[in-house]
T-cell receptor, first 111, second 114 residues
Framework: SQQGEEDPQALSIQEGENATMNCSYK?????LQWYRQNSGRGLVHLIL?????REKHSGRLRVTLDTSKKSSSLLITASRAADTASYFC???????????FGTGTSLTVIP | KAGVTQTPRYLIKTRGQQVTLSCSPI?????VSWYQQTPGQGLQFLFE???????NKGNFPGRFSGRQFSNSRSEMNVSTLELGDSALYLC?????????????FGSGTQLSVL
């Protein structure tokens, strides 16, 4: 079963607007990562946030982590058409060496 | 530095056949993980290899197998193909494993089973 689930499944916004997507997971984790995937291609790493961190920034990306609620959010500010992609959260489930990906949020940024 | 290379990019097979996919990780990376991606199931973990040893395995039937060579290159094999095996197969590499570091993904192999 999926460790993580993203919400919403799909999101459509105008260029320049902010996009927020959320990820919920089931078990305790060591870290949570966000990846982006352009259609039919491999995934590209965006940010890694550790379980003892609450917020992390990278350029136009801001990630928060709430371990008490087992949830994370990814905020993309001032979105661009090039941000159109699917976004996945991934966690290590704090057991073994498996790595679980969520179901993904499909983001469309309209120019 | 070259990225993760997966070959072939596209593959068409028929039911009952077998297939071997290849993944060359980034130089210096000893961990290679494989994932199956389908529209209905999302990204599913297949297995992870580290220094030629399978360190973890997902919930897939025995028809799915893999191996890793001394140069860290990895192959996965699917025997007796079924229609449901049609998917994008992704491999990812990292230095020590996915637990505490980011993964670098290849572009994937798109497998179609007819």
């Amino acid at each position: 079963s999926q460790q993580g689930e993203e919400d919403p499944q799909a999101l459509s916004i105008q260029e320049g607007e902010n996009a927020t997507m959320n990820c919920s997971y089931k078990t305790s984790i060591n870290n949570l990562q966000w990846y982006r995937q352009n259609s039919g291609r491999g995934l590209v790493h965006l940010i890694l946030i550790r379980s003892n961190e609450r917020e992390k920034h990278s350029g136009r990306l801001r990630v928060t982590l709430d371990t008490s609620k087992k949830s994370s959010s990814l905020l993309i500010t001032a979105s661009r058409a090039a941000d159109t992609a699917s976004y996945f959260c991934a966690t290590d489930a704090n057991t073994g060496n498996q790595f679980y990906f969520g179901t993904g949020t499909s983001l469309t940024v309209i120019p | 530095k070259a990225g993760v290379t997966q070959t072939p990019r596209y593959l068409i097979k028929t039911r009952g056949q077998q297939v071997t996919l290849s993944c060359s990780p980034i130089s210096g990376h000893r961990s290679v993980s494989w994932y199956q991606q389908t529209p209905g199931q999302g990204l599913q973990f297949l297995f992870e290899y580290f220094s030629e040893t399978q360190r973890n395995k997902g919930n897939f039937p025995g028809r799915f197998s893999g191996r890793q060579f001394s140069n860290s290159r990895s192959e996965m094999n699917v025997s007796t193909l079924e229609l449901g095996d049609s998917a994008l197969y992704l491999c990812a590499s990292s230095r020590q494993g996915p637990l505490n570091e980011k993964l670098f993904f290849g572009s994937g192999t798109q497998l179609s089973v007819l």
